[in-house]
């Protein structure tokens, strides 16, 4: 039976296949569909982004799709190209080969992709799904909304039909297009722009339709009437109408070293983009998102991807959300889409050949502006913390290669989380006075008085020890402050999940420091399980278990009977029910 929920685990088809039946597979069926319509045009696009021919972002939609519907754990992630991933696979693959030798270029990014896909896979198998947790959405935030200035900047050369080198800076390519601008060519130009505006409006008009396949007949159709072609605008160009074959990418052209970076930050960013849209999009269906499936999902998406010319391929929160919306039941939907792109790409191979690149590129300007995430940049800047974090991501983005941009963006992410974590809150409490139960509450907030012999200190947050230098500054402040007469610190351990050998190390060397002043450390509401650990551990005498309780009211009714009693009978306060009257 073990072996069997082992399979299943690994096989998820085989849970979900279960439950096709005629009315899941008309909802899919018609998802499916919508889908089909949605990843033509973003399909193509997302190629160019990429610096490969447009029948390779239909096969990255097809091979991709299929697989990480099969052995991904969410019902409605559509899989394929992304905008995000395509302009980092190109700036990680022209960072290695000339995209102008064409064929040298493509096998470094099959190789790219396969190395990336060994990568998730290797994560998901060693169950490390948690890794993307460690990210944060200011840095996602920062980091696609540069990826989409890149985007966008890259299509300038296209709409304006000027000649800009590849492989140019941000900097550079702007600079040069606006040094050129007066060479732009006119046809281009009114053709590009007017397929972005009318993608905006159909939009407008027709929220649910399929407003860039539209847009893009529409260019097609305006190029034709004003001779584009006649007039140096240049096409996308026929599709191969051939089905993606298998080949194992020639290794042998690489260092290791040339690939590892690259493919480790497009493994990274393909694994944050499809986690978060799958969880997404399971908030709204109500489904349980297991992000160690996701990571295998995605891996073996894409090392089958590499091997069926695929380029990197991860979520696609667009179609994703389109496939929710359209009622799709079971992953089934993401292979009939991909069933219905090979049918385009076998039957009409001819149908970019009469797409004008401009009207591309206007599509593209499009899609990267959808990228950036106003409603929730907008509350950023509210947090100047969070707003360095965002402008420093932006900015790596837009002037660094985009790899370590995305380290640079990991990296940001464990600084601000060790920060937050080396800084546990610790808050003076007490017991509450016109209240029956007396229930320990915060001393500023509630407006409360203190005994001037017993301060009690709630720790909530981890005492590690990168915590244990902020955690004895806030002591000894604490002391200084409680004057003569304190003769008790009870530290309320409620809100402490972790203790490491440096924490018990450090209360029981602070415990010491506090004797010698005449004042004892009282500990109270460990967690069970810290208890158990320290406990097996061998630790639980060095913190003195004699002083160790379950409840603050515990601690204090230990702490009371032992104050001065002088000082009682001259304190009006009357903090704890067991005071002397």
């Not at 695929?310 to 929710?324: E, I, K, L, Y």
């Not at 709630?458 to 402040?477: K, P």
Request: net charge positive; charged share 15%.
């Amino acid at each position: 039976m073990s072996k069997m929920r082992s399979i299943v685990r690994w096989l998820p088809f085989i849970t979900w296949g279960r439950t096709i039946n005629g009315q899941t597979l008309r909802a899919d069926l018609f998802a499916g569909l919508t889908g089909a319509v949605l990843v033509l045009p973003q399909g193509v696009a997302y190629a160019l982004i990429a610096g490969m021919p447009p029948e390779y972002g239909l096969y990255t939609a097809i091979i991709t799709a299929m697989v990480a519907a099969l052995f991904g754990s969410s019902s409605h992630l559509i899989t394929g190209p992304a905008a995000p991933m395509s302009i980092v696979v190109m700036s990680v693959a022209s960072g290695i080969t000339d995209p102008g030798n064409s064929d040298l270029y493509i096998n470094t990014v099959l190789t790219i992709t396969l190395l990336s896909g060994l990568i998730q896979l290797s994560l998901g198998i060693l169950r490390l799904g948690s890794v993307v947790n460690f990210i944060s959405h200011t840095v996602i935030l920062g980091f696609t909304s540069g990826a989409a200035i890149l985007i966008a900047t890259s299509q300038l050369k296209h709409i304006t039909d000027l000649p800009v080198a590849a492989g140019l800076s941000f900097p550079e390519e702007i600079r040069t297009i606006t040094l050129h601008l007066s060479q732009a060519n006119t046809y281009a130009l009114i053709i590009g722009i007017a397929t972005l505006i009318s993608a905006l409006v159909i939009k407008k008009l027709l929220p649910r339709g399929p407003n860039l396949l539209i847009a893009m007949l529409l260019g097609s159709g305006l190029c034709w009437l004003i001779d584009g072609q006649g007039h140096g605008v240049n096409m996308v160009g026929a599709l191969s109408g051939s089905l993606p074959a298998f080949a194992l990418p020639d290794v042998s052209l690489y260092e290791f070293s040339q690939l590892a970076s690259g493919a480790l930050a497009i493994a990274m960013l393909g694994l944050l983009e499809a986690v978060s849209i799958a969880r997404a999009i399971a908030l709204r269906s109500n489904q349980r998102i297991d992000g160690n499936q996701e990571f295998i999902g995605q891996g073996l998406a894409n090392v089958v991807g590499g091997l069926f010319s695929c380029f990197a391929g991860s979520g696609s929160f667009t179609r994703s959300g389109a496939n929710f919306d359209a009622g799709a039941r079971t992953p089934l939907a993401a292979i009939f889409t991909a069933f219905m792109i090979t049918l385009v790409l076998v039957s009409l191979p001819d149908l970019t050949g009469y797409l004008p690149l401009p009207a591309m590129a206007g599509a593209i300007i499009l899609i990267a502006w959808n990228l950036i995430d106003i409603k929730n940049i907008i509350p950023i800047f509210r947090f100047s913390s969070e707003t360095a974090i965002f402008i420093v991501t932006l900015l790596a983005t837009l002037f660094i290669e985009l790899e370590f941009a995305i380290y640079l963006g990991v990296l940001i992410s464990l600084v601000a989380y060790l920060k937050r974590t080396s800084r546990p809150s610790i808050i003076n409490v007490a017991p509450t006075q016109n209240e029956p139960k007396r229930i320990i509450r915060n001393i500023q907030r509630y407006n409360l008085q203190e005994c001037p012999q017993i301060k009690i200190l709630r720790i909530d947050g981890s005492l590690f020890f990168g915590a244990i230098d902020h955690i004895q500054s806030v002591l000894q402040q604490s002391t200084a402050a409680g004057g003569p007469t304190l003769k008790y610190i009870i530290i309320n351990a409620k809100g402490i999940n972790f203790i490491d050998l440096a924490g018990i190390e450090f209360l029981a060397q602070e415990s010491s420091r506090l004797e010698k002043r005449g004042i004892q450390l009282v500990i109270c509401s460990l967690k069970g399980t810290i208890i158990d650990e320290i406990r097996a551990k061998g630790f639980l005498d060095k913190l003195g278990p004699q002083r160790i309780f379950d409840t603050a009211h515990q601690a204090i009714s230990y702490c009371v009977p032992r104050l001065d009693q002088q000082v009682c009978k001259e304190c009006s306060k009357k903090i704890f029910t067991e005071c002397p009257r």
